[in-house]
């Protein structure tokens, strides 16, 4: 017999009856019975109900081991009585009487229980997160994940990619964050960077000739924490592919993400291939958000012809000025509360706006502050503009495109909330298309690239020099799932001259790209296919799938949001010695003296 078990704590059934077994695991809940301590016996795979009399010579070690302490039991499965079976158990039929019980290792008083879910706070369960992870909700997330990734690389080979990694100690790399920094002992005064994503050693693959690469890459970025974002860590689904149009790259990696999402779904609906195509400008101006959550069946519409001219003097003052208005529908809304509708106010003013004002198409006429300043024309114009009927209400966002269209957009998901209008089981995917290649710059009043420099754009080096640069679009794209951006990607820029004018629009000259970007130009030089590709969120995937709205819920060990590992104390003082020998010294930030 094995030193430590025969089965798992997950395994045993009826047909184990009479057998002579040995399991072993935590102990994860005691009841005594006065002549009988009941045991759940706890390991990776599952729970089995130990059962020890007064008269085994054990009972007292076992009586005194406390919760979470390690045991190995050696004894007979019995079959339980109809009435003491556990139907919400797998091995709920049967359970093992013990001969004898070895105490492998004693726990101290835990900091938090296992058994239970108190509510403990953040720190607590980052300080002591293996205890954390013994939580059968935890624990199930951190396996969930493993076998999403499993699935990943499964479904990623089988269309042809192969895996490769990439470099950790490397160049610093334009991604739009703060490195993390590593000093060189080699070489005095000089560093490392921690890759913020494998972006150009993925180009430079492509340019090697390996046609389709992929790896669950991790990156690095020091930036602050998020809900949906870790500090510091995070991993992707890295990939990339030669000879691609957009296309290709959407039609290789939706089975993926489908195929994954249908696996561990459940009884959720996974949204039909193909994904929906939207162009940026169509989701800014109908979802207010470029990540929009398709869920919420409501359509932003922009109502500002109403307004042009009107009686309701802001608005139209503000139209004649160029500002916008927007219209976000709530379906069903007139049967509202007035205090519902002022509780929406109070929620607009909350952030940061003047208000939110509506009018309520109610059976007997509509009503609101702002139906009282427009005619039976405009307001039957709002009505079909809007899409709404009777019955439905129509609430107003008034300002500069983009400031409308981003409040519309929370504005819309506030009442899709409030009205009950996202089913939480639905997994809705869209792509966002035709990304502008360059945005005006107010504050440094000046051209800039908007989204990914090395992106291919549509029309190449003709729409460079032809077209007014914020009318140029990129073969650009994200991948959104229920409102959460899962990936950016783009087609990239494997011509050099393109490049070279690209950067020149946004006010870079060509010593510029050659001293920032020299290994990946020379690479294009010497001949480079068309290729690209995009990075699927690991940690987001897992998010969405495991049904929670925090990343480190499913994170094995992340850090709290000031970026600190509690339970390994990092980030900690480097010694004089560490300090030397990478040739630093630290200098602290000055802080006020207390009087």
Not at 370 to 390: C, F, H, M, S, Y
Not at 458 to 467: I, R, V, Y
Request: include cysteine; glycine fraction near 8%.
């Amino acid at each position: 017999m094995h030193s430590y078990r025969t089965h798992t704590c997950g395994e045993l059934r009826l047909n184990n009856a009479d057998e002579t077994v040995r399991i072993s695991g935590w102990i994860h809940r005691k009841r005594d019975h006065g002549n009988l301590l009941f045991v759940d016996l706890r390991d990776n795979y599952g729970l089995t109900q130990v059962v020890v009399d007064t008269d085994n010579p054990h009972f007292p070690a076992l009586e005194k081991a406390s919760n979470e302490s390690v045991i190995c039991v050696t004894g007979k499965v019995l079959k339980r009585t109809a009435e003491t079976v556990n139907e919400n158990l797998p091995t709920g039929a049967i359970e093992v009487s013990a001969d004898v019980v070895e105490v492998l290792s004693h726990a101290d008083t835990l900091p938090m229980p296992v058994n239970q879910d108190a509510g403990y706070p953040e720190d607590i369960r980052l300080k002591y997160r293996f205890l954390d992870l013994r939580r059968e909700q935890m624990h199930q997330n951190i396996i969930l994940r493993s076998d999403i990734i499993s699935s990943i690389r499964r479904r990623m080979v089988e269309q042809g990619f192969r895996e490769f990694q990439t470099p950790i100690l490397t160049a610093s790399s334009p991604e739009g964050a703060r490195d993390f920094l590593v000093p060189s002992r080699l070489h005095p005064g000089q560093f490392y960077a921690l890759p913020q994503a494998p972006q150009q050693f993925k180009q430079l693959l492509m340019v090697a000739g390996f046609d389709k690469y992929f790896q669950i890459a991790p990156c690095f970025r020091d930036e602050d924490a998020r809900a949906d974002r870790s500090p510091g860590e995070f991993y992707q689904l890295d990939f990339e592919m030669s000879f691609a149009t957009q296309e290709d790259v959407f039609q290789a990696i939706e089975p993926v993400l489908h195929g994954v999402f249908e696996e561990f779904a459940g009884e959720r609906e996974v949204s039909a291939l193909p994904f929906k195509r939207i162009p940026y400008a169509e989701s800014m101006l109908k979802y207010g958000s470029d990540k929009p959550d398709l869920r919420n069946p409501i359509l932003i519409s922009d109502v500002s012809e109403v307004f042009e001219g009107s009686n309701f003097k802001i608005f139209a003052k503000l139209v004649s000025e160029g500002m916008v208005v927007r219209a976000i529908p709530a379906p069903g809304a007139s049967e509202q509360p007035r205090s519902w509708f002022d509780k929406l106010n109070s929620w607009a003013q909350g952030e940061g706006q003047a208000g939110l004002g509506y009018i309520n198409f109610k059976a007997d006429g509509p009503a609101g502050p702002i139906a009282k300043n427009l005619d039976e024309e405009r307001i039957a114009r709002v009505k079909e503009l809007a899409g709404v009927d009777t019955g439905d209400a129509v609430f107003f966002v008034c300002g500069k495109p983009l400031a409308a269209a981003e409040f519309a957009g929370a504005a819309r998901t506030k009442i899709g909330e409030e009205l009950n209008l996202i089913d939480p089981n639905k997994f809705e995917f869209c792509w966002i298309v035709d990304f502008p290649m360059f945005e005006y710059d107010e504050k440094l009043e000046k051209v800039e690239f908007s989204h990914n420099p090395f992106s291919m754009p549509q029309g190449g080096m003709e729409a460079l020099e032809t077209m007014d640069p914020l009318e140029i679009k990129a073969f650009q794209y994200d991948i959104v799932c229920n409102g959460i951006e899962l990936s950016s990607g783009a087609i990239r820029n494997h011509l050099p001259e393109v490049m070279y004018k690209a950067f020149d629009i946004a006010g870079y000259g060509p010593e510029v790209v050659d001293d920032r970007f020299g290994g990946m130009i020379n690479a294009l030089k010497l001949g480079a296919p068309p290729h690209g590709g995009c990075a699927p969120g690991i940690d987001r995937i897992v998010m969405l799938l495991a049904g929670t709205e925090n990343i480190r819920e499913v994170t094995a060990f992340p850090m709290n949001q000031m970026a600190q590992d509690l339970m390994m104390g990092a980030p900690a003082p480097a010694d004089a010695q560490q300090l030397h020998d990478v040739h630093i010294k630290v200098s602290m930030p000055v802080t006020a003296k207390s009087e």
